[in-house]
């Protein structure tokens, strides 16, 4: 079967962590996040165009359209590839999927930059990593002629598609245990609404073997020891907001999980889960290492295949009961549109998520000079940070839709007077 036969699946189901937000987007706002990688010379625009049609002919995952049918949103395959576009004045902008073509991601360039915004429903970072990966190379490959070694993190776009790719890892995976989702709401930190809707982007650039020897030096990973100064800069904004002990709220960090360094799978679909480790102020003032310790313990128990498998376990119980199956959409819709405004992200002060060390093969990296990811704003948190690190720097994206960039400025001094050297960009409006 050739590739482009092997993509035109009719339909398909959403996976079990993608059902919620067709039900919670709304105008003003839609799950998307954004990668995106610097080349050392400008884009050609017609040759990623061409680039991004093979691309797409190995991801059928990302060919899709959102479709409403009588008891769920579904998934169907969508001809054509949407436009290449430049650019444009701040990271993921609301996407109109009619205007789209139907299509729930975008592909955009800027100078040297190729960037790929993409709806949440149809893949986590780590998916979208991969298709930005394999877009690149193919651009490179039909640029410049770069013979670029494939693998499982760089698609061959010759090979047809295996079926695990599209596989609804959750399910497959899923259990029959369950395990409570009660935990307390975190503080919420309030700021002045961009009233047009603008997205203010800080970014702080270190060197990563700086911070990765300070943990080390502590006993914890790099995760911790970011997670922990985050948790500094957010307890530091409460204390300076709420004057009562009595009225203070735990301050808990978002940390999405990949779930595939767990399972045997190849999805390019959602895979991950989350852990919200924290501090309950009302306890008392923490020092730095009392959180780094609370941090490493609450990732070293909560961060197993057990824990997680259990989480994810009572989401699919939840989505496969009888009752629920039969409901209409517009009923459902009501329902989770109700429950994701109650918890959504109320359960966290801010989110954090850190896709690693991203590694490219030699004839690969010679082009490209700098690696970003951006996680858009939350329905609710109103500050959220996307990271990486690529070529021996972390890069640390804070996207927020307040004026007020006190949490970014804490959060980056704080690391300054740990020691780590810290180089900041913005887009700042003056």
């Known amino acids: 079967m050739s590739n482009s036969d092997k993509t035109h699946k009719k339909w398909m189901k959403l996976d079990n962590a993608a ?3 067709p039900a919670a987007k709304k105008r003003s706002w839609k799950a ?19 680039a991004l049609t093979s691309t797409l002919a190995r991801f059928p995952g990302f060919a899709l359209k959102l479709k409403r049918g009588l008891f769920w949103y579904y998934l169907e395959y969508n001809e054509g590839q949407p436009d290449i576009k430049q650019d444009q004045a701040y990271p993921c902008v609301h996407m109109d999927f009619e205007e789209n073509k139907g299509f729930m991601f975008r592909v955009l360039y800027y100078k040297r930059r190729i960037a790929v915004e993409v709806f949440h429903a149809l893949t986590d970072g780590t998916g979208g990593l991969c298709f930005l990966k394999t877009l690149v190379a193919e651009y490179l490959r039909i640029k410049n002629g770069a013979d670029i070694p494939r693998d499982n993190e760089i698609l061959d776009c010759n090979v047809a598609p295996a079926d695990d790719e599209t596989e609804d890892a959750y399910i497959k995976y899923a259990k029959n245990v369950k395990r409570t989702r009660r935990e307390p709401n975190a503080y919420f930190i309030k700021g002045t609404k961009e009233s047009d809707g603008f997205v203010n982007v800080i970014t702080g650039i270190m060197p990563v073997d700086d911070v990765i020897s300070r943990a080390k030096d502590k006993g914890v990973s790099l995760t911790d020891y970011i997670t922990a100064a985050l948790i500094m800069a957010v307890d530091k904004l409460q204390r300076k907001s709420v004057k009562n002990v009595k009225h203070m709220k735990p301050v808990k960090i978002c940390i999405p999980i990949n779930l595939r360094r767990f399972y045997p799978t190849n999805t390019m679909r959602n895979f991950a889960s ?17 959180v780094l310790t609370a941090v490493h313990h609450y990732m070293r128990s909560e961060v197993t295949e057990k824990l997680l498998n259990a989480k994810i376990s009572t989401n699919v119980r939840s989505e496969t009961r009888p009752v629920l199956r039969v409901t209409p959409l517009f009923i459902k819709n009501i329902a989770m549109k109700l429950t994701f405004n109650l918890v959504g992200d109320r359960k ?37 940070c996307g990271a990486l690190t690529y070529n ?39």
Do not use: C, H
Not at 32 to 50: C, H, N
């Open 348 to 384: 966290s002060s801010t989110s954090i998520s850190n896709l690693g060390n991203v590694k490219l093969p030699p004839q690969m990296a010679q082009y490209v000079t700098r690696m970003d990811f951006i996680l858009g704003p939350l329905s609710r948190n109103q500050i959220v």
């Open 392 to 430: 021996g720097k972390l890069i640390m994206n804070f996207v927020r839709t307040i004026k007020e960039s006190t949490l970014e400025r804490e959060f980056f001094r704080f690391l300054v007077r740990l020691g780590v050297p810290v180089k900041m960009e913005s887009n700042q409006r003056w």
């Open 19 to 21: 059902k919620i937000y």
């Open 274 to 290: 989350y852990v919200n480790p924290g501090i309950d102020p009302k306890y008392g003032t923490y020092s730095f290492d009392e």
């Open 32 to 50: 998307l996040f954004r990668l995106s990688a610097d080349l050392s010379e400008e884009i050609d625009p017609a040759v990623l165009a061409d």
